[in-house]
């Protein structure tokens, strides 16, 4: 299927919108934007306009997905792979269903960063990707993760100044650890030049962490950034909570809940457990958690033996191990796995959608461009059974061929 240049086509089935499900909707687009989005009592179609054949009506119209956290996919790194090695795994993405997504590099030595940062800048240029987000090297060796330790840094100026320069503003999030020296400066420096701080990798304590996140909120406000800072894959990454001694997940959780930061959440299964998932979802509300994935390159292919950065991984029935540690090291589920286990964990349907598109359009700033099913919006959307296997992909007004 492709959109005809000019002609109005729509969709009837059930559109998830805004928080709610419209049990006989229809969704209309022409020129790549949408027409209308609504009940199909209320559509008025142009004379011209066509209905796409072959969409049942118990199926499923979702926007189209957004990852502002993923590795790589198909084979491909995004922080070593080439430039065409790593526009075929995001359209690989892309036919999964994720329309928009950040690429994300890990922690290396800077000039590889800066590497990676370039060529990804000449994908984010040509709208192959939304732009970068960056793992590190600020962050904690203690909570390193699959983040290797020889590179991690202390932030200052020059080493920032240089990584911002090297992403041609294309950067739009960076994970960090707020007990390192230099935190504070750094968070002035991403909030200045229009990048999301999020915390992460940490072995904070809780003072430390809620301060840093105050800070963030602040001097994001003060940049003119409409967004909040976000919380690099909670739980994982940080200290477990214990109740002497509850370290940042509290208070991430509570920042979050008071509207003041989202936080990101691996729901896969393996870095969470459903009854987190649901519990979070329940503590500080879909508004304020983003569905990730952190995929990296086996996503969607078989297990075995993979890079992440410059780590070696194992992959073992879809759980990414890190060779040298036996540590979790990213993920292999695409973002409609993650929204369809989020749902058999017990959340709302809508609410888990509502976290894997509009508020990860909020943190990239294109919340008058995507992330939800509105007239005027790009025509980015996901068709699904009830039980949200994928059916159909459009991205930018075209009908792209789902992987199976």
Known sequence: MTEIAGVEEYVRARLVQDRTIVDDGVLAFANGRITYAGPAGEYRPASDASLVPDVSPESL???????VHCHGAFGSDFSAASVEECRAAVEFLHASGTTTLLASTMTAPLDEIEAAFAKLATLAETGVIAGIHAEGPFVSEARCGAQNPDYILDPNAVDV??????????????TYAPERPGADELIELLASHGVTPSLGHTDSDSATAASSLALAHQRMASAGLNGRPTVTHLFNGMPPIHHRSPGPALVCLQTAAAGNAVVELIADNHHLAPDTVRSVFGLVGADNVCLVTDSMAATGLPDGKYELGPSPVT?????VT???????AGGTATLLDIVRRTVRAGVELAGAVHSATSVPAG??????????????????LVITTPELGLQSVMRHGQWIEPVT
């Open 61 to 67: 119209i979702l926007p189209g997905l957004v990852d």
């Open 161 to 174: 100044l240089r990584l911002l320069e090297a992403a041609q503003g294309r950067l739009k999030t960076m």
């Open 363 to 380: 943190i990239l700033g294109l919340s008058d461009e995507l992330g939800a099913l509105r007239k005027g919006l790009r025509a980015d």
């Open 315 to 319: 992959v073992s029935d879809g759980v």
């Open 322 to 328: 890190l060779d040298r540690t036996g540590s979790l």
